[in-house]
């Protein structure tokens, strides 16, 4: 059975309409919400959203909203669709972005942050309907997942479907260095028999060398944070 928010939605003016992340192919640099960041206080315990998004990482349970929820307002202001991607998470900036990885079966989705909640001890995040069916735990309700803030200028791609997951390495301000450490690692890569590959991404100013693709974020994680300590 779905898990529904337990606790009312804090209230916020309307900020703008909802997006749809399949208009996207880059998390947006947008500013952020005026009262939906602010600190706030449920069922006696005091929360502190994050100011600003950054490289944030985190292991625990998901649920999702109860279809009961379709139609309401979010702290956000904008009105909840169980058919969007969407997500509330109780210290994540408000709007930001969230890929979320399902760790029992590898499944990856992209989300718009725009609530707060779970308020459960033992749940990260609440997700949409939609959401929750691409990550493939509708049935159960719940399930471990892997939640890592989308920095603005990345890819919204639902990274892990087909195998295409792919990690960041390094980040340079200079092309040539970009391209010397895109050479070093495609040798290493070669050289170990590996099926993955690096290329190099222009996102905005930098340059960003990136491996992959991966079946499942772990494995991507690991490969990266072997790859780091060898070169």
Same mark, same amino acid.
């Not at 603005?152 to 040539?176: M, T, W």
């Given at each position: ?9 804090? /209230? ?40 600003? =998004?950054?490289?944030f990482s985190q292991v625990g349970r998901a649920s999702y909203y109860g279809q009961n929820f379709h139609g309401r307002r979010t702290s956000s202001g904008e009105r909840f669709? /169980? ?22 079966n590898g499944k990856t989705v992209v989300v718009r942050v725009n609530d707060r909640g779970p308020f459960h001890a033992n749940r990260v995040m609440d997700l949409s309907y ?5 990550? &493939?735990?509708?049935?159960? &309700?719940?399930?471990? =997942?892997? =939640? ?11 990274? &892990?479907? &087909? ?30 028999? /590996? ?37």
């Amino acid at each position: 059975m779905a898990s529904a928010k337990q606790t009312a939605h804090l /209230s916020a003016p309307v900020y703008h309409a909802k997006k749809s992340l399949s208009n996207l192919t880059v998390a947006p640099a947008e500013h952020l919400h005026k009262t939906a960041n602010l600190s706030y206080q449920v069922a006696g315990k005091r929360y502190y959203p994050l100011q600003k =998004v950054a490289s944030f990482s985190q292991v625990g349970r998901a649920s999702y909203y109860g279809q009961n929820f379709h139609g309401r307002r979010t702290s956000s202001g904008e009105r909840f669709d /169980s058919q969007m991607l969407t997500a509330a998470h109780p210290t994540l900036p408000i709007p930001s972005y969230a890929r979320v990885t399902n760790l029992s079966n590898g499944k990856t989705v992209v989300v718009r942050v725009n609530d707060r909640g779970p308020f459960h001890a033992n749940r990260v995040m609440d997700l949409s309907y939609a959401a929750a069916q691409k990550l &493939g735990f509708v049935r159960a &309700g719940t399930a471990q =997942v892997r =939640v890592e803030q989308v920095l603005p200028g990345e890819s919204l791609q639902p990274a &892990g479907s &087909g195998g295409n997951i792919y990690v960041d390495l390094q980040k340079f301000a200079n092309k040539e260095l970009a391209q010397q450490y895109l050479k070093a690692t495609t040798q290493h890569l070669q050289a170990a028999g /590996s099926a993955q590959q690096a290329k190099l991404v222009k996102v905005k100013n930098s340059y960003v060398v990136r491996m992959g693709p991966f079946q499942q974020q772990q494995r991507a994680d690991e490969a990266r944070k072997s790859m780091l300590t060898t070169l």
